[in-house]
């Protein structure tokens, strides 16, 4: 089982739309998490971190779930210029590591 | 500008030439690292380095070697590079590991 996991995707949404997607991680050691976007051969950018309490920043919202062990990624009214891959983002308390997940792909269609 | 410089960009060398990967900081950060990405298989950790003189391996550090004699600067350096570290190298940096990272813009490199 990987560590940390994603839907590949792609999701395919008309602009507007709102999409969510979710991550999971094996290692309920894990504290700290993120969510980062790749654009095509690019290098990835936080989007925006995770917080216990979950936490907004315009139109993203990220959630945690420790109990279940997985964060979530909520973009309402989608935007052509959201297209790109999310990853799912995890540091291990005790390790002085990341780990990413493979990655969802969004496209945003008109 | 506060940047991470990664050089050179785009690499198409042969099996067995020693190469080196520069990465540079300029934001004074401790944590720096050095990332594989591969279709499917997404980021991999290959080294980091909590500070000057301090690195450790990361996931897949095997055919990679590291130096941190600066804290503005981590080289990657591959002694004789095969076609299965073709792929696409990221350098980050972060004021600590648990903070966002930084990336450089990417090192596409082909071993033929």
């Known amino acids: 089982r990987k560590e940390v996991e994603q839907d590949p995707g792609p999701f395919n949404v008309p602009e507007g739309a709102t999409v969510a997607f979710n991550c999971t991680y094996s290692n309920s050691a894990s504290q700290s998490f993120f969510w980062y976007r790749q654009d095509c051969r690019k290098e990835p950018k936080l989007l925006m971190s995770?917080?216990?309490s979950g936490n907004e920043d315009g139109r993203f919202t990220a959630q945690l779930n420790r109990a279940s062990q997985y964060i979530s990624l909520l973009i309402r009214d989608s935007k052509l210029s959201d297209s790109a891959t999310y990853l799912c983002?995890?540091?291990?308390?005790?390790?002085?590591?990341?780990?990413f997940g493979a990655g969802t792909r969004l496209a945003v269609h008109p | 500008e506060a940047q991470v410089t990664q050089n050179p960009r785009y690499l198409i060398t042969v099996t067995g030439k020693k190469l080196t990967v520069t990465c540079s900081q300029n934001?004074?950060?401790?944590?720096m690292s050095w990332y594989r990405q591969d279709p499917g298989l997404g980021l991999r950790q290959i080294y980091y380095s909590m500070n000057v003189e301090v690195t450790d391996k990361g996931d897949v550090p095997e055919g990679y070697k590291v130096s941190r004699k600066e804290k503005r600067n981590f080289p990657l350096i591959l002694e004789s590079p095969s076609p299965n570290q073709t792929s696409l190298y990221f350098c980050?940096?972060?004021?600590?590991?648990?903070?966002?990272?930084?990336f450089g813009p990417g090192t596409r490199l082909t071993v033929t």
């Open positions: 983002v995890v540091n291990y308390g005790g390790y002085n590591k990341l780990i």
């Open positions: 995770v917080y216990s």
């Open positions: 980050a940096s972060s004021r600590d590991r648990r903070y966002e990272q930084y």
């Open positions: 934001m004074n950060h401790e944590y």
